[in-house]
């Protein structure tokens, strides 16, 4: 997944009897593990509910089992039944504990029979957490509704009754009813040429964790990108994102030729609608995508790049909790660098390294001391607190250490023989490190030393001497900006005509968080930075000009709110007006009218937004 700072959550802590095994899930993968799911499902668009019928296949580990344990979240459970070989059904008798706050509902069906398959007969809440349900209004072409899931961490068990932990892994074959006209696609390979018949079946024959279980439905057209790539999308942004996302075939090659072939088969990207509250959600064989990154001049294709490393780091090989959720995003944010290096050069990939180091640096004194760890205390730590810039950035600055301090053609050895020796499985942390202590810090010795590996990994903060790359381009940017500050360069004399996304991006994030309203107002004048169309410079933007008191980007900065759901990019802007009790009224407002757009985990961080603001405020 693609995020960045989404940490507006406070920590979870996890209640007692869940942490047994994967303190986020219920499921008791000692008793028994499910191997496959088979999944029936209808898409009723009217009610924002999927009539599902969900049979697993088990495998029991204790021949002394009496039930299956399984995650919910806010399901309605018609009936549960075991399955015998020929296919006949018996009633089981089951119990849906209380919903638990983080959890979900914990449900036990009684098994005394240890059966082969069990099948569970349900529908979704209109309020589940894992789906987005939009009117035709809400979409771009405004024809037909819909809808799309979002799993990861632990919201797949809001759409489907499972063991909700990615140390378990599945294979799944689904069939899916919906409304004539609408295209279903799911997290397996699809089929381009389907007809629009409201009958779509899918078969994903590698096994996966379930929070890259995925589907999505409504007006997609779809436009081949390459000999195994398309790209999905509402008929009006398909050409658009066909053109971005055209060097997609050269991507995958640059990956391959790196850590060998590519498991999948096809990789094609959905483009949804503004409301996806990531970057992008690496579902295999159809990365999910923010239309945030269709600027036109593929400067942040660096998101396809991430989500196709991740057929790599994460779904190849899998953090097996979501402590250790760094193994997928550290790992894959190495991986992103090296493609945007291989096809894009060393220039950009350095100023995403650099972009994100500083970023770091900047926020990472602020966290808790456990929060700062790569591998942090798993009792302190809830699944999406997990996902936070350290997993992602701490994470890839770790890797480029070892790259540097290994050589890079040892490292990309060691790697590759990693991807190999753990393919499909779901490992930890401290497996992770038994492999790589004799593999390549062993193997090569001298070149740094255990105490140093296990301070990244354990330790909080950033070691000392971490190294940073050089981009002679952020140099400049960076006197510019001192020289303009200082008043000694006049906002139209800043050499930013050729700025691309990035330098743009480093020129305001190193802005004072505060700066002095005269020249926020020097800047927009000679550059229009209000209303640009490139919302990762109109988040940098806003913030700042909110910041500053520049209340003429009040209106601006809330069509921006309104336009774009994806929570890094939106967020910000409602922590900028929340300083202030007239601007914490503004963003209620922006908030009241864009609500209903929002995914339900967008609405999640807003709210958590105002409470906070409201307390500082008291
Ligand atoms: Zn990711």
């Not at 959905?270 to 999910?288: D, K, Q, R, Y």
């Not at 810090?441 to 950033?462: F, H, L, N, Q, S």
């Not at 007239?582 to 757009?597: H, K, M």
């Amino acid at each position: 997944m693609r995020l960045f700072s989404i940490l507006a959550f406070g920590t979870l802590m996890l209640p007692l009897a869940a942490r047994a095994n994967d303190p986020n899930s219920y499921a008791q993968p000692d008793q028994v593990r499910v191997t496959h799911l088979d999944l029936d499902l209808a898409i009723d668009f009217p009610r924002k509910q999927l009539d599902g019928q969900a049979t697993l296949t088990l495998d029991w580990q204790n021949p002394k089992a009496q039930s299956l344990v399984l995650d919910t979240r806010d399901l309605k459970i018609a009936r549960v039944e075991a399955l015998a070989a020929d296919g006949k059904a018996t009633g089981l008798k089951y119990i849906l504990s209380p919903r638990d706050k983080q959890l979900g509902s914990k449900l036990t069906i009684a098994t005394p029979k240890r059966p082969a398959q069990v099948r569970i007969v349900y529908t979704t809440s209109p309020e589940a957490s894992g789906l987005q349900w939009l009117t035709p209004a809400q979409t771009a072409d405004k024809k037909l509704p819909f809808m799309f899931s979002q799993s990861e961490s632990i919201h797949a068990r809001s759409w489907v009754p499972l063991q909700d932990s990615p140390a378990i892994r599945f294979t799944y074959d689904a069939r899916v009813t919906a409304p004539k006209d609408v295209r279903v696609v799911m997290s397996a390979i699809n089929d381009a040429k389907h007809p629009l018949d409201g009958k779509f079946a899918f078969d994903q024959p590698h096994p996966i964790p379930s929070y890259l279980l995925a589907i999505a439905a409504g007006d997609l057209a779809v436009k081949e990108t390459g000999p195994r790539s398309a790209v999905y999308a509402e008929p009006s942004v398909v050409d658009k994102a066909a053109h971005e996302f055209e060097d997609t075939e050269k991507l995958i090659a640059a990956t391959e030729q790196l850590y060998g072939p590519y498991a999948w088969g096809r990789y094609d990207i959905l483009v949804l609608p503004p409301s996806f509250p990531f970057g992008g959600m690496e579902n295999p064989n159809m990365t999910f995508a923010t239309p945030t990154v269709l600027v036109g001049d593929k400067s942040l294709v660096s998101l396809v790049s991430h989500e196709l490393a991740h057929s790599w780091s994460g779904n190849l090989v899998t953090s097996a909790a979501w402590r250790d959720i760094w193994l997928n995003e550290g790992f894959t944010t190495y991986v992103q660098g090296r493609i945007t290096e291989a096809v894009y050069g060393n220039a950009l990939a350095d100023e995403e390294a650099l972009l994100s180091a500083r970023a770091l640096q900047k926020s990472i004194g602020a966290m808790a001391a456990n929060a700062q760890k790569l591998a942090p205390d798993p009792r302190g730590i809830g699944a999406d607190d997990a996902l936070s810039d350290v997993a992602y950035d701490k994470g890839s600055w770790f890797l480029r250490t070892l790259e540097q301090r290994f050589g890079r053609e040892r490292f990309d050895a060691y790697l590759k023989g990693y991807f190999h020796h753990f393919a499909f499985q779901s490992i930890t942390t401290e497996q992770m490190l038994d492999y790589m202590k004799p593999n390549l810090v062993e193997k090569y010795p001298g070149k740094m030393g255990w105490d140093e590996v296990r301070a990244w990994v354990y330790g909080e903060g950033i070691p000392k001497g971490a190294p940073l790359p050089d981009s002679p381009r952020f140099n400049t940017i960076d006197r510019e900006r001192s020289d303009f500050l200082a008043g000694k360069l006049a906002a139209g004399k800043l050499d930013a005509k050729g700025w691309n996304t990035q330098e743009w991006m480093y020129f305001l994030d190193r802005l004072p968080d505060a700066p002095p309203l005269a020249k926020m107002q020097q800047l927009d004048a000679a550059w229009h930075l209000t209303g640009t169309p490139n919302a990762e410079i109109g988040m940098r933007w806003y913030s700042h000009a909110i910041a500053a008191g520049d209340k003429a980007v009040w209106n601006a900065a809330a069509e921006h709110m309104t336009r774009i759901g994806r929570i890094y990019l939106t967020t910000p802007l409602y922590k900028a007006f929340a300083k202030t009790p007239e601007g914490l009224a503004f963003a209620e407002q922006v908030y009241a009218r864009a609500r209903a757009g929002y995914h339900p985990l967008t609405q999640q961080v807003v709210e958590s937004v105002f409470a906070s603001a409201k307390t500082a405020h008291k």
